[in-house]
T-cell receptor, first 114, second 111 residues
C-alpha cells in the first residue's frame, strides 16, 4: 500500500500521560499536514511541513503539542499531559510540491483520553 | 435531493436519484477547492477539485460547480448509489499549503 500510513489506529490513554503518533506520507510527497477532527466536525488544521521545515502552526496547537519531521519523510505528533479535550481523530495528509494539489489523507489515529 | 450544508446537515436521497450538496466558503482569497468523502472510521477521500479560474468541472458521476460571486460551491452526484453514503466535506485553501474544511453534509442513500 503506497498511501499515507498512520500508527497506531487507536490509542486509549489516561489523562496526564504523553502520547506519540506517527505518520508515513506518500514517498514522493514533500508536504505533510496534521489535522484534528472531532465527531460531527470537519478536520481542523494543526500544522504543516514542507520537507523537514515546519512552516505553519495553528493556534489550536498548544504548547503541549509538538510535531516533528526530522528527515523530511515520516512525521511524529506528540501530545504531552493529555487532557480529555484532546480526544479526537488525528489525521495526517501529504501532497506533492507542484503548486496546489490534492492532499491525500491517512486513516487517522483515534485518541481517547480517559 | 439538495442540501444547503450547515443548515441541512443530513441529505436523504433515493438510490438512482441525483444528489446536490452545497457549501458556502468563507475566504474570497481562496483559489483552490476540493470535495472530500469520508466514510465512518476512515480518513477523507479525494473526490474532485476545482481552481478559481473555472466554473465547472466534471468527473466520473460527479460535477463540481463554483460561483465565486457568492462564494458558493456545489457537488452533484449522478445516479446516487448506496456506496455514496458518507459525509461530504468541501475544503478551500485560504493560504498556500493549508486546507480549511467546512462542517460537512451527511448523505444517506435509501433503497
Amino acid at each position: 500500500d503506497t498511501g499515507v500510513s498512520q500508527n497506531p489506529r487507536h490509542k486509549i490513554t489516561k489523562r496526564g500521560q504523553n502520547v506519540t503518533f506517527r505518520c508515513d506520507p506518500i514517498s514522493e510527497h514533500n508536504r505533510l499536514y496534521w489535522y484534528r477532527q472531532t465527531l460531527g466536525q470537519g478536520p481542523e488544521f494543526l500544522t504543516y511541513f514542507q520537507n523537514e521545515a515546519q512552516l505553519e502552526k495553528s493556534r489550536l496547537l498548544s504548547d503541549r503539542f509538538s510535531a516533528e519531521r526530522p528527515k523530511g519523510s515520516f512525521s511524529t505528533l506528540e501530545i504531552q499531559r493529555t487532557e480529555q479535550g484532546d480526544s479526537a481523530m488525528y489525521l495526517c495528509a501529504s501532497s506533492s510540491n507542484m503548486g496546489d494539489t490534492e492532499a491525500f489523507f491517512g486513516q487517522g489515529t483515534r485518541l481517547t483520553v480517559v | 435531493g439538495e442540501s444547503v450544508g450547515l443548515h441541512l446537515p443530513t441529505l436523504s436521497v433515493q438510490e438512482g436519484d441525483n444528489s446536490i450538496i452545497n457549501c458556502a466558503y468563507s475566504n474570497s482569497a481562496s483559489d483552490y477547492f476540493i470535495w472530500y468523502k469520508q466514510e465512518s472510521g476512515k480518513g477523507p477521500q479525494f473526490i474532485i477539485d476545482i481552481r478559481s479560474n473555472m466554473d465547472k468541472r466534471q468527473g466520473q458521476r460527479v460535477t463540481v460547480l463554483l460561483n465565486k460571486t457568492v462564494k458558493h460551491l456545489s457537488l452533484q452526484i449522478a445516479a446516487t448509489q448506496p456506496g455514496d453514503s458518507a459525509v461530504y466535506f468541501c475544503a478551500e485553501n485560504p493560504s498556500w499549503g493549508k486546507l480549511q474544511f467546512g462542517a460537512g453534509t451527511q448523505v444517506v442513500v435509501t433503497p
